[in-house]
C-alpha cells in the first residue's frame, strides 16, 4: 500500500524567509503532483514532476523530484503572505489513471 | 469553460438517508474521480473512472456508489448516509491524450453533514 508523508503538518514562517516542505512516498512512482488549497476553497494544480531529478519552479516555489530517494520538495523563497494555504502532494499509483494518493498536508502561515 | 461543476456547495442529510452528489466537466476528460477530504487526512480516492461505462474502486468505496453513463457525467449516491460520511467531497477530471501532463482538475466540493 503507498503511502505519502509530508512534513512538516504545520509550519508558521515570517515574510522574506526560505523554507522547504517534504514529501516521501514508500513505493515506486514516476508521478508527483503539488497542489495548493486556500481555506475553503478547491485545489489548484502547482506543478507536475514526471522524472527523477525534475525541476520545475513558479514565481517564489520551485519543486523537484528524486525517484530514487522517493522524496519531492517543495521550496519556498522569500515567503509572502499570499503564500499562505495548504499544500499537498499527490503521487500516481495507476501509470496515467490518476488514482492518487494524498499527503496529509501542510498547513503554511507567513507572517507579516 | 466552467471546467468541473460540482453540486449541492453543501448538504446536511439525516442518518439512513441517501442522496446523489452530482459532477459534470465540460472539458471532454476521459478520467473522472471522486475524492473525500477530512481533516489531516488529506483527500482519500473514493471511485474513479477511466471513460464512459467504466468505474472501479479506490481507497475508501464503501457506503458509495457511482456509475459514468456520460463522459460529461460523474454522480456518486450515498446509500444510507452515516455520520462517518461527514466530510467535504471534490469531484475530478483529467484528460487521458495528455496524461502525463495532465493534473487533476477539481471541483469546488460539496460540504456534506450527516446527523
Known amino acids: 500500500e503507498l503511502k505519502v508523508e509530508q512534513n512538516p503538518l504545520f509550519l508558521s514562517m515570517q515574510e522574506g524567509k526560505n523554507y522547504t516542505i517534504y514529501c516521501n512516498y514508500s513505493t515506486t512512482s514516476d508521478r508527483l503532483y503539488w497542489y495548493r488549497q486556500d481555506p475553503g476553497k478547491s485545489l489548484e494544480s502547482l506543478f507536475v514532476l514526471l522524472s527523477n531529478g525534475a525541476v520545475k519552479q513558479e514565481g517564489r516555489l520551485m519543486a523537484s523530484l528524486d525517484t530514487k530517494a522517493r522524496l519531492s520538495t517543495l521550496h519556498i523563497t522569500a515567503a509572502v503572505h499570499d503564500l499562505s494555504a495548504t499544500y499537498f502532494c499527490a503521487v500516481d499509483t495507476a501509470g496515467g489513471a490518476q488514482k492518487l494518493v494524498f499527503g496529509q498536508g501542510t498547513r503554511l502561515t507567513i507572517n507579516p | 469553460n466552467a471546467g468541473v461543476t460540482q453540486t449541492p456547495k453543501f448538504q446536511v442529510l439525516k442518518t439512513g438517508q441517501s442522496m446523489t452528489l452530482q459532477c459534470a466537466q465540460d472539458m471532454n476528460h476521459e478520467y473522472m474521480s471522486w475524492y473525500r477530504q477530512d481533516p489531516g487526512m488529506g483527500l482519500r480516492l473514493i471511485h474513479y473512472s477511466v471513460g464512459a461505462g467504466i468505474t472501479d474502486q479506490g481507497e475508501v468505496p464503501n457506503g458509495y456508489n457511482v456509475s459514468r453513463s456520460t463522459t460529461e457525467d460523474f454522480p456518486l449516491r450515498l446509500l444510507s448516509a452515516a455520520p462517518s460520511q461527514t466530510s467535504v467531497y471534490f469531484c475530478?477530471?483529467?484528460?487521458?491524450?495528455?496524461?502525463?501532463?495532465?493534473?487533476?482538475?477539481f471541483g469546488n466540493g460539496t460540504r456534506l453533514t450527516v446527523t
Open positions: 475530478a477530471s483529467s484528460s487521458a491524450r495528455g496524461r502525463r501532463n495532465s493534473p487533476l482538475h
